[in-house]
């Protein structure tokens, strides 16, 4: 054929790969036959990604009393209600960085350098120092976890998550063929780790130990005798952490050291952000915090993480501009405000649920949520923690997240973030509703017959 006529020229080597020239370059084309039909699919990945939480609240007939109005106790977002507003110096700080103009193009995938050191310098202390290039900021918490993951884990490998636990580490995981193994929280010992259960899941395909203090959705908080047992375990199995700390500082107790300010041996990825401590969980800033130990993750980790930011070219421009005024310019009085406010809900919560027969509240320490356990032996009208949080909505119009959604069947959840008049109005609609539906235990012939 005529080259100069643009028409491809087909030609077959001594090989067998047809190849097509275009303007005089050969490229290799498949000899295969054309689609008959189409037929597009979601991919392996997306079919695999499966949000507990989303999957039993969208199963649950949820129908509000209509002469009651509707208290949700079930989302984790300091926001909703209106009442936690950021702090002044914070909605400053981004209005100073959109007035700049500075901010409106590409950061680099893993952060401005500035906005790193101002991270680094909030969070450093002389047990474990940061500088810039130890952090990583991200869209988000969310995604620190996801890269955190990534960055560790291969398919078929495993991870240990608490039980119960905050159920993205089982989304992501799961997603990406990487198997989940469930280690327990004890709720008799404040939700501290079943260590004898932890360390009987470990073996040589464990890449990663989850371990998330304060606690989503217990609002424990591990004292430092009781995180150096947890290290102990990791040091011994060679297993690095995944340190998810986004509620760190948000504690009510004065024993609260970060885990990395306690390893001397192994390496950590503390992943933490905005959302909840400064109230803007909408804003989307993350971080991680790379804390190396031995150089055990070496430059082959840091590289990696910076591999995978460039996936969605890391967090808000915007917001980085104006995060190191958001963490040197908010005052004291505004996290010490939250901290007392979350702590009288708690209290006010845990005193008047402690008083209902058939429920088993757990004090919190920290984070914005309580845990309730149910005896469902004194509710028989319910099989379960779904079937008793979804009647509550039906009769009492309260919602309570069951924690079957964090596999942790016969408790259920409450958020302590709503205004205290909300709180008290709550509590007593949980207690007209287990009021109602209460049984004594019954004796069985044997206990008749003793």
Request: hydrophobic letters at 40%.
């Amino acid at each position: 054929i005529d080259s100069s006529s643009g028409v491809p020229i087909h030609s077959f080597h001594g090989n067998g790969i047809h190849h097509v020239s275009v303007n005089g370059s050969f490229y290799p084309a498949k000899a295969k036959s054309r689609r008959q039909r189409w037929e597009v699919k979601p991919s392996e990945m997306a079919n695999n990604t499966f949000n507990p939480i989303r999957a039993i609240v969208d199963g649950m007939k949820l129908t509000p009393n209509p002469d009651k109005p509707m208290i949700a106790l079930s989302i984790g977002d300091p926001t909703v209600f209106g009442n936690l507003p950021t702090d002044d110096a914070v909605l400053q700080a981004m209005k100073d960085a959109i007035d700049s103009q500075k901010y409106n193009g590409y950061a680099p995938s893993v952060g401005y350098l500035k906005s790193r050191q101002a991270v680094a310098n909030f969070f450093s202390c002389p047990e474990a120092p940061l500088e810039a290039e130890d952090v990583i900021l991200t869209s988000g918490c969310s995604q620190a976890i996801d890269l955190a993951i990534s960055v560790l884990c291969n398919p078929g490998d495993n991870i240990l998550v608490p039980c119960p636990g905050f159920s993205l580490y089982k989304t992501l995981a799961v997603s990406m063929g990487i198997e989940v193994k469930l280690y327990n929280l004890l709720p008799e010992k404040s939700w501290e780790v079943d260590l004898q259960h932890l360390e009987s899941l470990i073996d040589e395909r464990t890449s990663c130990l989850i371990v998330t203090n304060p606690s989503n959705p217990c609002g424990s908080v591990f004292n430092k005798e009781h995180l150096q047992k947890i290290l102990k375990v990791a040091s011994k199995h060679c297993v690095p952490i995944l340190a998810d700390e986004i509620y760190s500082d948000m504690v009510r107790t004065t024993n609260h050291p970060s885990m990395a300010s306690l390893s001397s041996d192994v390496p950590i990825l503390s992943c933490g952000g905005l959302a909840k401590r400064w109230l803007v969980p909408g804003w989307r800033m993350g971080w991680i915090l790379i804390h190396d130990r031995n150089d055990i993750f070496g430059s082959q980790i840091r590289q990696g993480l910076v591999k995978l930011t460039q996936r969605i070219l890391g967090a808000c421009s915007i917001i980085q501009g104006a995060l190191e005024n958001i963490l040197n310019n908010t005052p004291q009085s505004f996290y010490d405000n939250t901290i007392s406010f979350l702590k009288s809900n708690s209290e006010i919560c845990f005193n008047e649920l402690s008083i209902i027969p058939g429920l088993n509240p757990v004090m919190p320490s920290g984070a914005m949520y309580l845990m309730v356990g149910i005896n469902m032996d004194n509710f028989p009208d319910f099989k379960n923690d779904v079937e008793f949080t979804e009647q509550l909505v039906t009769e009492q119009s309260v919602f309570c997240l069951p924690a079957t959604a964090f596999e942790y069947p016969n408790f259920f959840r409450i958020v302590v973030t709503l205004p205290e008049e909300m709180m008290v109005e709550a509590c007593g609609r949980i207690r007209e509703f287990c009021e109602r539906h209460y049984r004594p235990h019954s004796r069985n012939s044997n206990d008749l017959d003793q």
